[in-house]
């Protein structure tokens, strides 16, 4: 019986082991990504700006939610269209180019970079569907230069879609199997992909409490965000080919280090840096 027991200990605290390393590992990797797809849809309203000669525009960074571009003067309705499009436009191919890239080479030392496509398409999908409920948004500008709101609205879901069902094509390099039940994929994944979410509503409240509903919604989207993860998970590997199958990978304390250090990283160089 003792040595029963023992067994039986030694599984748990792997488990326990396991679960830890997949919830830190999406941690990291999450907010690096979450944090590297802002500032470069800011570089890119910044860029486009400079490309029209608009004087004075700075970039500021805040990974408490406030990254925007500063001293934009007045331009033509066409041309705010254009530097409004750009910013979710280079997020999106420099995201979706390194997804492409990476994705042959699958692993869980890689997901920070691999996870910034799918990340930036749930990301440019509010901006083009939520961000049309949004005056003076991208989306309101870019309609404003005679894009038709429905195909903004329908780019923005299609882009939300395919982000979700990528993030649940790539959980297997957390650590998360097929066979995991549904609580322990959506523990994992609420902590994981809402910690950021829940640092920035907190520090937003305290800073603001009378926009505390407000700066709730973003972390009620990312609790609704694994949600729609977990519920694709099974349903994808169960209809996609073998080989299109992201193989389960174990994680190790190193790589969880290593996603840990570029999230913290991006994190304090956008609170000291362009700030």
């Known amino acids: 019986m003792r040595g029963g027991e023992r067994v039986m200990e030694t599984r748990v605290e792997q488990h326990a082991s396991q679960t830890c390393k997949s919830i830190l590992l999406l941690a990291g990797s999450f907010t690096f990504t979450f944090l590297l797809g802002e500032m470069i849809h800011e570089f890119g309203h910044y860029l486009s700006h400079l490309a029209y000669s608009s004087p004075g525009v700075q970039v500021h960074l805040d990974p408490f939610g406030g990254s925007r571009i500063m001293g934009v003067t007045s331009l033509p309705e066409d041309v705010m269209g254009i530097t409004s499009a750009a910013g979710p436009l280079f997020n999106l191919i420099l995201g979706v180019t390194f997804l492409l890239l990476l994705w042959r080479e699958r692993k869980p030392v890689l997901l920070p970079l691999i996870l910034w496509g799918p990340v930036a398409m749930v990301q440019e999908g509010v901006t083009f569907s939520l961000g049309l409920l949004t005056p003076g948004g991208d989306a309101q500008w870019i309609a404003a230069a005679g894009v038709p709101k429905v195909v903004i609205l329908a780019a923005g879901i299609l882009l939300m879609f395919v982000g979700i069902a990528l993030i649940a094509r790539l959980i297997p390099l957390i650590g998360i199997k097929r066979r995991d039940s549904f609580w322990r994929k959506y523990s994992i994944l609420i902590v994981g992909m809402c ?26 989207f990312s609790l609704l965000l694994a949600v729609g993860v977990v519920l694709l998970h ?35 160089f956008q609170i000291v840096a362009l700030n």
């Open 195 to 220: 910690s950021l979410m829940f640092i920035r509503s907190t520090n937003s409240t305290l800073a603001s409490p009378e926009t505390m509903m407000e700066n709730l919604i973003p972390l009620v």
């Open 234 to 268: 099974i349903p994808l590997t169960s209809f996609v080919k073998p080989m299109l199958i992201t193989q389960h990978n174990p994680v190790t304390w190193p790589v969880v280090a290593l996603a840990l250090t570029l999230g913290t990283s991006l994190f304090l």
